[in-house]
């Protein structure tokens, strides 16, 4: 029983190794095929960044030419200001951030940082000065020293110590017995949705780009976690260009402007006191969420 409970447990291992290392491969290739996207030009340039000022021009974009999905969207994120994006859900919001990134060249009108065309630079620079804070962060399966480290390649474990401590990440880590050492990802240990996200905020105070791109989680955490954590993306933000996608209005009200996104269109925009005297759809959104509603309700859609 022994000697039959050995190879097969060991046939196991080798199984979820090699669907491990397909789901990998297969992540791969979903990238590679992202990267085919877009290419640098011959005459790219690397991002000069000044203020890491941000502007959409009349953006339009499809993913599929059928099916628009972005409508002349024009604004403006000063340098060290920060700009809100709501709406209901499949309105646009993250497109806006996945073009910002450039995963996608826009099908009309332009994108520009410090007045320099997204299309005109080269991707690394470009990548290079964006960090992402996402809703579901996607852990390495390696350490949480990598995981963290990732932000900034070659960086000592003293900075990633560092930039855990400050998103308040590092009690956790300590507590386990391998530490910073400790795997973690679909392999190793699992960390909570609060956890991945201060994993995500130590990861970009290490990289400490100038432009920020934050996806608000919509669910998963408690609300005590939710404003803590709100708090630490408050001070990672600060005085940098920031791309809030936003799903709690009360998280947003210090906003220097805040875009109203539905079906691709901006229909309202403004700062939250001009958008609530407005009495349109923002209002409506902010008594809903005031009476203790959850998101952007889908009838608002
Ligand atoms: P949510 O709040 O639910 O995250 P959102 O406002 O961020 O939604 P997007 O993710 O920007 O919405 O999606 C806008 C529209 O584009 C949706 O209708 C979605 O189905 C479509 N879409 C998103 N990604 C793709 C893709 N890779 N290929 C084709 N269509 C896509």
Do not use: C
């Not at 805040?258 to 008594?287: N, P």
């Amino acid at each position: 029983m022994i000697q039959l409970y050995i190879p097969l447990n060991f046939l196991g291992v080798i199984y979820r190794e090699i669907k491990q290392s397909l789901t990998d491969l297969d992540k791969m290739f979903r990238l590679l095929e992202r990267e085919r996207e877009v290419a640098d030009v011959p005459s790219a340039l690397p991002l000069d960044v000044v203020g890491a000022a941000v502007r959409f021009e009349h953006v339009n974009f499809a993913y599929d030419p059928t099916r628009p999905i972005l409508h002349d969207v024009s604004f403006e994120i000063p340098a060290g200001k920060k700009v809100a994006v709501v709406g209901p859900s499949g309105s646009g919001k993250s497109t806006l951030a996945r073009l910002l990134y450039r995963f996608y060249d826009v099908d009309g009108g332009a994108i520009t940082i410090d007045g320099q065309d997204l299309r005109a630079i080269t991707q690394a620079s470009l990548r290079r000065a964006i960090g992402i804070v996402p809703q579901d962060t996607v852990l390495f399966n390696d350490t949480v020293a990598y995981n963290i480290a990732y932000g900034r390649p070659g960086a000592s474990r003293e900075e990633v110590e560092a930039a855990a401590r400050a998103a308040h990440v590092h009690g956790f880590i300590a507590a386990t017995p391998k530490g910073y050492d400790t795997m973690v990802g679909e392999r190793g240990l699992k960390l909570s949705g609060g956890e991945k996200q201060r994993v995500a905020i130590a990861r970009t105070l290490l990289k400490d780009p100038p432009l920020l791109i934050f996806d608000e989680a919509t669910s998963a955490l408690d609300s005590s976690n939710e404003r803590a954590i709100q708090a630490e993306l408050e001070s990672v933000g600060r005085n940098k260009t920031v791309l809030v996608i936003a799903h709690r209005l009360s998280t947003i009200v210090d906003a220097h402007e805040i875009l109203v996104l539905e079906a691709g269109r901006i229909v309202e925009r403004g700062h939250h006191q001009d958008l609530l005297a407005k009495q349109g759809v923002y209002t409506r959104m902010w008594r809903l969420q005031l009476s203790g509603a959850d998101g952007w309700p889908s009838q608002l859609a």
